[in-house]
Nanobody
Framework: QVQLVESGGGTVQAGGSLRLSCAASGTTFNINVIGWYRQAPGKQRELVAQFDSGGRRNYADSVKGRFTISRDTAKNTVYLQMNSLKPEDTAVYYC?????????WGQGTQVTVSS
């Protein structure tokens, strides 16, 4: 069983930066894939960035060059550094982790980018 807790969301003006954190606890050694999704009101949830099962970083085209996913294995924490934020980045951001049994989701953290 895995628990995921996101933090770091907030309101920022366009061009600003935020750093999201996802703290994982429980049986974290079972996690194969971990990353970030986001969902804007009335929109489908979309993948933003992730570490795949081989440890490779994948990014949505819309955030390449602006967002960076990283992790601190000692702290069981994954980060999403978001730079040059745009209003279209406004969404609830969710941490997601996959195990061989099931997937897990955090409760989400709101990111609002004002123009």
């Amino acid at each position: 069983q895995v628990q995921l807790v996101e933090s770091g969301g907030g309101t920022v003006q366009a061009g600003g930066s935020l750093r999201l954190s996802c703290a994982a606890s429980g049986t974290t050694f079972n996690i194969n894939v971990i990353g970030w999704y986001r969902q804007a009101p009335g929109k489908q949830r979309e993948l933003v960035a992730q570490f795949d099962s081989g440890g490779r970083r994948n990014y949505a085209d819309s955030v390449k060059g602006r967002f960076t996913i990283s992790r601190d294995t000692a702290k069981n924490t994954v980060y999403l550094q978001m730079n040059s934020l745009k209003p279209e980045d406004t969404a609830v951001y969710y941490c997601n982790a996959l195990t061989t049994i099931r997937d897990y989701w955090g409760q989400g953290t709101q990111v609002t980018v004002s123009s």
